[in-house]
């Protein structure tokens, strides 16, 4: 037995040779492997093997949102040549998702048809939809899924940038929502922006909307702040009096700031406009504040996403209506 069998220990790795163990996959953000153990700790949920590459932990049914992307349906098996045959035979192309390297199977799977890593384009009319099976390799076992999560492979959400236009790299936020979690806008509707310096999201939510109300401490980029359907003030975007912004129906914000300073200007301003969409950074100093994001998700028409984009930190998205 190879020194890579002991990855997975004994027990579970016999069972999964024999196809006795019933398991999903995982896969984490890169370096936020250990807020997706937190998070299963906290839901309860049995891990079998964790790596900063993979978790294999028994099947649930609820969202994980620190996990990148989820397979279900997992199976796994030794290399033989029938189960070559079966993934040569699947309806779908599969796409192999490298984890721990090992180029004897690797070899004798390269004949496969698999799907390339490319990026995104970004066209929310053209979003991928194609069906495929996804596969990886642990110790000497192939892991397999024709269920995972992910839109694009792996979940991998890498884009073909725009290096020209935007001031910085946060419009792929944006990009991300718009492609991978079906953020739809009403080019009719109004936008208002806090935190919104130096303008990359509102690059894109000038594309989106007839008009965008963008507010911060700061200026915006000189070529943002000439795109005429944006209208910038400076000054605290805390101290913005919802009343005078009834006419919005988008509320979009990537500030910095405490989790709960955010939550508390969400409250207040669905106190005034209860029906109003909503697209919210939520950034952690350190740990993922768990707590909070419980309560997001207790505002009706919620959903928290991790998106690829972020980083120590996650995305509150509400949509009530286009």
């Not at 790795?13 to 196809?19: A, C, D, F, S, V």
């Not at 806008?185 to 909307?209: H, N, R, T, Y």
């Not at 988008?250 to 909503?278: G, M, R």
């Given at each position: 037995m190879s020194?890579?069998?002991?990855?997975?220990?004994?027990?579970?790795?016999?069972?999964?040779?024999?196809q006795l163990?019933?398991?999903?996959?995982?896969?984490p953000?890169?370096?936020?492997?250990?807020?997706l153990?937190?998070e299963?700790?906290?839901?309860?949920v049995k891990?079998?093997?964790k790596?900063?590459k993979?978790f294999l932990?028994?099947?649930?049914?609820?969202?994980?949102?620190w996990?990148?992307?989820?397979?279900?349906?997992c199976?796994?098996s030794?290399?033989?040549?029938?189960?070559?045959?079966?993934l040569?035979?699947?309806?779908?192309i599969g796409y192999?998702h490298?984890?721990?390297?090992?180029?004897h199977i690797?070899?004798?799977?390269?004949?496969l048809?698999?799907?390339?890593?490319?990026?995104?384009?970004?066209n929310p009319?053209?979003k991928?939809?194609?069906?495929y099976?996804?596969?990886?390799?642990i110790?000497?076992?192939?892991i397999y899924s024709?269920?995972p999560?992910?839109?694009?492979?792996a979940g991998?959400?890498?884009?073909?940038e725009?290096k020209?236009?935007?001031?910085?790299?946060?419009?792929?936020?944006?990009?991300?929502?718009?492609?991978?979690?079906?953020?739809?806008?009403?080019?009719k509707?109004?936008?208002l922006e806090?935190?919104a310096s130096?303008?990359?999201?509102?690059?894109?939510?000038?594309?989106?909307?007839?008009?965008v109300y963008?507010?911060?401490r700061?200026?915006?980029?000189?070529?943002?702040?000439?795109?005429?359907?944006i209208?910038?003030?400076?000054g605290?975007?805390?101290?913005?009096?919802p009343?005078?912004y009834?006419d919005?129906?988008?509320?979009?914000?990537?500030?910095?700031?405490?989790?709960?300073k955010?939550?508390?200007?969400?409250?207040?301003?669905?106190a005034?406009?209860?029906?109003?969409?909503?697209?919210?950074?939520?950034?952690?100093?350190?740990?993922c504040?768990?707590?909070?994001?419980?309560?997001?998700l207790?505002i009706?028409?919620?959903?928290?996403?991790?998106?690829?984009q972020?980083?120590?930190?996650?995305?509150w998205?509400?949509?009530?209506k286009?």
């Amino acid at each position: 037995m190879s020194a890579q069998k002991h990855l997975i220990s004994t027990d579970y790795y016999h069972q999964l040779k024999k196809q006795l163990l019933s398991f999903h996959v995982l896969i984490p953000f890169i370096h936020f492997s250990s807020e997706l153990e937190r998070e299963l700790t906290r839901k309860n949920v049995k891990v079998y093997f964790k790596s900063d590459k993979i978790f294999l932990i028994e099947p649930v049914s609820t969202q994980i949102i620190w996990a990148q992307d989820h397979w279900k349906n997992c199976l796994s098996s030794e290399y033989t040549v029938d189960l070559y045959h079966q993934l040569k035979n699947f309806s779908t192309i599969g796409y192999y998702h490298p984890t721990f390297r090992h180029k004897h199977i690797e070899n004798k799977l390269s004949k496969l048809k698999k799907i390339p890593q490319k990026r995104i384009t970004f066209n929310p009319n053209k979003k991928f939809n194609f069906k495929y099976y996804i596969w990886t390799i642990i110790d000497d076992l192939i892991i397999y899924s024709d269920q995972p999560s992910a839109r694009y492979p792996a979940g991998w959400n890498e884009f073909e940038e725009d290096k020209i236009h935007p001031p910085n790299r946060a419009y792929l936020k944006l990009w991300e929502a718009i492609m991978i979690h079906d953020l739809k806008f009403d080019s009719k509707q109004i936008a208002l922006e806090i935190g919104a310096s130096p303008g990359g999201w509102s690059w894109v939510l000038s594309q989106c909307f007839d008009k965008v109300y963008t507010f911060d401490r700061a200026p915006l980029a000189d070529k943002i702040e000439q795109i005429k359907n944006i209208k910038h003030s400076l000054g605290d975007a805390f101290k913005l009096n919802p009343l005078d912004y009834k006419d919005t129906s988008w509320f979009f914000s990537d500030l910095i700031c405490t989790p709960e300073k955010i939550y508390e200007v969400i409250q207040e301003w669905l106190a005034i406009s209860p029906d109003k969409n909503f697209m919210c950074t939520i950034k952690f100093k350190g740990d993922c504040d768990f707590e909070i994001i419980e309560k997001l998700l207790n505002i009706e028409h919620s959903k928290i996403v991790r998106l690829y984009q972020n980083k120590n930190e996650v995305t509150w998205i509400r949509q009530v209506k286009i």
